[in-house]
T-cell receptor, first 112, second 117 residues
Framework: QKEVEQNSGPLSVPEGAIASLNCTYS??????FFWYRQYSGKSPELIMS????GDKEDGRFTAQLNKASQYVSLLIRDSQPSDSATYLC????????????FGEGTQLTVNP | GAGVSQSPRYKVAKRGQDVALRCDPI?????LFWYQQALGQGPEFLTY????????KSGLPSDRFFAERPEGSVSTLKIQRTQQEDSAVYLC???????????????FGDGTRLSIL
């Protein structure tokens, strides 16, 4: 079983809709959770970080964390074609030197 | 403000050749990470430096892979006797804090796309 799993893609939504991206992790000592956006041929770009249970909102993005269920999600409201990218879920823990463990990514396409 | 800089952006080498990939982290960042990203996959951890100390090299796939950060700033990832399976994008990331600061975000460079013929 992979340590970090993301819902299989690709995911396609119409412009203006809500895109929902999900991620589960297997290691209960994971402490920090990140969502990165990666455009084709580009480097991962941090868009959200979350450390405690609950919701965290930043503009059109909302990250949700449930440590009991070992689940983290990202909601993108009012999706735009420019949101089309691969979204990577990453977790880290202090005991591993803060290295990130990534999921395989979910490819999102927002159709105009 | 400069971000993480990697060079070269693209590298083509023949099987068996040695290659060296460079990473210049954000100034003042203590931690430096190397990741390998295969096509269609998420990045996978290779090695971690805190200043000049290599604290974790558990992700290096073989003894052909070697990394250093002698002055605690620029880092070089070296691959000896390259094989076709080494073809991937090699990403470098840096973060402000050291070990124990798992909440510090990592900032990535644009990567080096390595192709082994």
């Amino acid at each position: 079983q992979k340590e970090v799993e993301q819902n299989s893609g690709p995911l396609s939504v119409p412009e203006g809709a809500i895109a929902s991206l999900n991620c589960t992790y297997s290691d209960r000592v994971s402490q920090s959770f990140f969502w990165y956006r990666q455009y084709s041929g580009k480097s991962p770009e941090l868009i959200m970080s979350i450390y405690s249970n609950g919701d965290k909102e930043d503009g059109r993005f909302t990250a949700q964390l449930n440590k009991a269920s070992q689940y983290v999600s990202l909601l993108i409201r009012d999706s735009q074609p420019s949101d089309s990218a691969t979204y990577l879920c990453a977790v880290s823990e202090e005991t591993s030197g803060s290295r990130l463990t990534f999921g395989e990514g979910t490819q999102l396409t927002v159709n105009p | 403000g400069a971000g993480v800089s990697q060079s070269p952006r693209y590298k083509v080498a023949k099987r068996g050749q040695d290659v060296a990939l460079r990473c210049d982290p954000i100034s003042g960042h203590v931690s430096l990470f190397w990741y390998q990203q295969a096509l269609g996959q998420g990045p996978e951890f290779l090695t971690y430096f805190q200043n000049e100390a290599q604290l974790d090299k558990s992700g290096l796939p073989s003894d052909r892979f070697f990394a250093e950060r002698p002055e605690g700033s620029v880092s070089t990832l070296k691959i000896q006797r390259t094989q076709q399976e080494d073809s991937a994008v090699y990403l470098c990331a840096s973060s402000l804090g050291g070990q124990g600061y798992s909440n510090q975000p990592q900032h990535f460079g644009d990567g080096t796309r390595l192709s082994i013929l």
